[in-house]
């Protein structure tokens, strides 16, 4: 299986497992970009949406298919990624959340 196989599997496992709880694909693979704090576009592997009612959400999911087990300081690193390439709104949204 190769990355490009990986990030459709992945996409259609959410969509498809999250169909009943109103989970919806928003984007997915090479052409899905998002725009950080400091203007740098990043590229998404999978952007789902979903709401409970009265707040919506947005996923971010990074597909990794990689040979080797990864160490722990590049996993510690994946939050920091994802919070530097999500919009300003959402970011200041989680913020918010957490104060």
Known sequence: ????TYEKLTKDIYERLGQKAGVKIVGWGNDLKVKGHSGVEHQIDV???HSDGIHSYLTDIE???WKEKINVA???SCPR???AGWPRELAQTLA????
């Open 1 to 4: 299986m190769d990355w490009k």
């Open 96 to 99: 918010e959340c957490r104060a």
């Open 63 to 65: 597909c990794k298919y």
């Open 74 to 76: 590049c996993r510690a």
């Open 81 to 83: 990624i994802c919070r």
């Open 47 to 49: 952007l789902t949406s």
